[in-house]
């Protein structure tokens, strides 16, 4: 198991008066989440990946945190995504879709940033055909969510918050 040190990556620390920055959070969704709605809506629901976006910045809002998403099929994107977030994110919700069970190198991206990492999929992969059950990130993320639909990722950014907060406090 690989063990992983959490700091703080962005400037501010978090107050219920808005008196410092929020939280900085990525979200990032892997291949055919922009099909959302319309793929397989018996395993993924009808909700859109839009529609996802749109409340998880809004609750994101009432917990004074920042939320950016971005979304790709392409493997080198989203690593080149999570690069991009060092220093700047606070914490990552992370869900690579079929590269959850491929993905060295995203894997390898995610250790180099040194962010929280919250896995999240939207449906329980345990559930699902044999080959699903394998994370190549289970072991570097921070926590997993599964098996909730979109509700998924609104728990993940609310215990985003909670690691975050958690963290900084141990700092100081």
């Excluded at 979200?27 to 859109?48: A, D």
């Amino acid at each position: 198991m690989v063990k992983r040190t959490i700091g703080s990556q962005s400037a501010g620390v978090p107050t219920k008066t808005g008196a410092a920055n929020p939280i900085a959070v990525l979200v990032v969704h892997g291949p055919n989440l922009n099909m959302l709605g319309e793929r397989e809506p018996e395993v993924y629901g009808h909700t859109r990946l839009a529609d996802i976006d749109k409340e998880l910045k809004q609750l994101g809002r009432e917990l004074e945190m920042k939320v950016e998403t971005f979304q790709s099929n392409s493997e080198g994107a989203i690593v080149d995504r999570i690069q991009s977030a060092r220093g700047k994110s606070d914490v990552l919700l992370l869900n690579p879709g079929a590269y959850t069970h491929t993905s060295v190198a995203i894997r390898d991206a995610i250790l180099a940033v040194a962010i929280p990492v919250i896995e999240v999929h939207l449906s329980n992969v345990y559930r699902r055909e044999a080959f699903r059950h394998h994370s190549t990130i289970a072991d570097v993320a921070h926590g997993r969510i599964m098996g909730f639909g979109a509700e998924s990722y609104s728990l993940a950014l609310r215990a985003a918050r909670t690691i975050v907060e958690t963290s900084r406090k141990q700092v100081d």
